[in-house]
């Protein structure tokens, strides 16, 4: 298999004067503000800045905000439409309220073949995935300038300066590992994409209501303390014991300074088939927040839904994760064994190993400004509760299983699910709605 790979060069962290100081004292890393106070994202013509309030820097230095101040003539310059997919609406929507900064359009070409080979744009700024816009409509040209709509939303207009053939097998080489359509990334690029991509900037417009209700990155970054850690969770299925105890302890681990809060920031846009229904998922988020918000693991928890299509990329995506929750406010990020990993669609066999993520992660942490968190081996043992898998191990505990397999079928026949597996409010949800 072919690997992702990077490249190192300057920090754009460290073009924006943020320092990184190792606490003696905490024995952790933490964010600070330069002798000269927070530093203030810088204006471009294509953009508009934000006042920062989590203390984060936003990646490439300024938060962009794409929204049109004159909506209706913006939709007037439109010389042609383009009904978006579920997966091209969260791109627009990211692209436009500043999640996929520094970006303020789909790529052209020259920064696509960047990030596809250098996993850079051309600035030198990290960049792991391409985000593009297809076409297969020969009326879309240089010079178009496309109204994106989506199940009724004006979501933006896009200027197309850029209109490019991609080399489809060699993008997939290089950010899936492989060009097999065993890859769900794979087929999705080869299958569902058009011939053509389109490059340019966009004019945001409107935001469809989806099942998760998003929060902007300025929007999340109020919610955030300005003097803490943040800690972001990224997951896709609903939160069971195992995920509340590992993102909760990794409050503890070595790099994160004391006082700081978890984001957990669950993805709300297409993920795989089999995985459970958005307005289902959201349910049992909404139902766990409310029963652990007074303990106080709860009280140091932040929530918010990210409006993002899971490609399954594996250690290119985590990094793509950690990017775009550097723009929500994070200062680290939990990365799980074979994070956004997949598996052989024919033979069952993972497309990454295990800790190919981490690895990667922790590499370029510096660089992109965002440490890496390592997941905790957590079981669940009789003697004490959760506790590491090695640890169990050395004392001969009795470590407890439950299979996802297992557990859909007790739940579907009715029976009890013991406590030390999920939530009881989760599981109310998921008998209740999920069939």
């Known amino acids: 298999q072919r690997r992702p790979r990077a490249k190192s060069s300057i920090s754009d962290a ?28 810088q ?51 990211l692209l436009c309220n500043g ?3 520094p970006l ?56 197309v300066p850029s209109k490019y053939k991609p080399d489809k097998p060699k993008e997939c ?77 990794a409050l503890d681990a070595p790099n994160v300074a004391e006082n700081a809060v978890v984001l957990v920031h669950p993805t709300c846009g297409p993920t795989q088939e089999e995985d459970i229904p958005g307005p289902v998922r959201h349910k049992t988020y909404e139902v766990l927040q409310d029963e652990t918000k007074d303990t106080p693991a709860g009280q140091r928890t932040r929530w918010a839904y990210l409006p993002y299509s899971m490609h399954m990329a594996g250690p290119r995506e985590a990094i793509h994760h950690m990017m775009i929750r550097k723009n929500f406010g994070c200062t680290h990020f939990i990365i ?11 033979t069952g066999d993972d497309f990454y190993g295990a800790f190919e993520a981490q690895d990667l ?19 669940y043992t009789g003697e004490e509760d959760y506790v590491t898998a090695e640890y169990a191990k050395e004392k001969g505990y009795d470590v407890k299983k439950l299979s996802g397999t297992k557990f859909r079928k007790m739940l579907r026949e009715g029976e009890e699910i013991p406590e030390w597996f999920a939530f009881k409010s989760v599981v109310d949800v998921l008998r209740a709605e999920w069939k």
Request: negative net charge.
């Open 361 to 379: 992660a922790k590499s370029l942490a510096d660089e992109l400004g965002v440490q890496a968190v390592p997941s905790l081996n957590l079981v």
């Open 104 to 159: 303020t359009g789909f790529l052209e070409e020259k920064e696509y073949t960047s990030v596809v080979d250098e996993m850079k744009l051309p600035s030198g700024v990290i960049f792991s995935l391409p985000v593009v816009m297809d076409t297969s409509d020969d009326s879309i040209d240089v010079g178009s300038k496309v109204l994106l709509t989506y199940q009724g939303t004006n979501m933006a207009v896009m200027t």
């Open 14 to 41: 460290d073009m924006l004067g943020v320092t990184m100081l190792a606490s003696t004292m905490l024995v952790a890393s933490a964010y600070v503000l330069t002798p000269h106070g927070r530093v203030q994202p």
């Open 99 to 101: 999640g996929f900064s």
């Open 336 to 346: 799980g064994r074979d994070m956004a990993g997949s598996k052989s669609s024919v």
């Open 173 to 249: 080489l290089e950010c899936y590992g492989t060009a097999s359509i065993e890859h769900p990334g794979v087929r999705m690029v080869a299958m569902e994409r058009g011939s053509h991509y389109i490059g340019g900037s966009l004019e945001g417009l409107e935001v469809p209501v989806r099942d998760f209700p998003c929060k902007t990155p300025l929007e999340t970054r109020e919610s955030l303390p300005d003097d803490a850690d943040v800690v972001a969770f990224q997951c896709r299925n609903p939160v069971h014991r195992a995920h509340y105890e590992l993102f909760t302890r």
């Open 43 to 93: 204006r471009t013509a294509t953009s508009a800045a934000v006042q920062m309030v989590a203390k984060q820097v936003p990646h490439g230095g300024t938060l962009v905000d794409l929204f049109s101040a004159d909506k209706e003539a913006t939709v007037a310059s439109a010389t042609a439409t383009i009904e978006l997919n579920d997966r091209q609406s969260c791109d627009v929507e």
